[in-house]
């Protein structure tokens, strides 16, 4: 099977989850991701980006709400306008947003849309560097044992990754029905070293 019809299949496998199972193992998978977030300690702020659920995805709210109880600080994805891809190599940045300033986030109400550095409010919403995060939550259509993933084809964190700091700790999350026997992988892509899943 390739990459396109895998990410076909394994996406109607969990759209077809029912609603309660996947509200139940979401929060089992944010109760496993809070307890490596208290793993790395207190002792300074800490900073972790997250993704917001699109469809039938593993929600992450309640790990959301969880570092944002313990004061660390919360990112998610912003995709690039092209102009800006091109300036900075990347088609995705983290922007932090504060526990009250969700709803606000254009590029979490729109996830998918590329928006200009003069589209969002950088001072409400600053970029955050990859070599700043702790840690690291990403989404995934498939996975396998060895850890590697499949994503939606657009190879954000591929690109994104590897820009890490080697102290990041990188998380996967997704439901145990998303798991298949092998995901053909390119030479661009990465295996996660730590998939979360229930």
């Known amino acids: 099977m390739d990459k ?56 992450p709210a309640a790990f959301v ?44 109400a729109y996830p998918t849309r590329a928006f200009a550095a003069t589209d969002v409010d950088s001072s409400r919403f600053p970029i955050v560097s990859a070599e700043a995060l702790d840690m690291i939550v990403v989404p995934l259509v498939a996975f396998d044992r060895t850890g590697a993933r499949l994503g939606y084809g657009g190879g954000c964190y591929d690109r994104y990754l590897p820009m890490l700091s080697p102290a990041c700790q990188i998380v996967g999350i997704a439901f145990d029905e998303q798991r298949v026997d092998h995901v053909p992988t390119d030479a661009h892509d990465l295996p996660l070293p730590n998939i979360v899943s229930a």
């Open 4 to 59: 396109a019809e895998l990410r076909r299949a394994v996406t109607a496998r969990r759209n077809a989850l029912d609603l309660d199972v996947r509200a139940a193992k979401s929060a089992a998978i944010c109760a496993r991701l809070v307890e490596l977030m208290d793993r790395l300690g207190a002792a300074a702020p800490h900073t972790v980006a997250v993704y917001a659920a699109m469809g039938s995805e593993v929600d």
């Open 65 to 108: 709400a969880a570092a944002a109880k313990r004061g660390w600080r919360v990112a998610y994805p912003c995709m690039l306008s092209a102009t800006d891809a091109m300036a900075c190599g990347q088609r995705m940045c983290m922007r932090a947003v504060s526990a009250g300033d969700a709803s606000e986030a254009p590029f979490i």
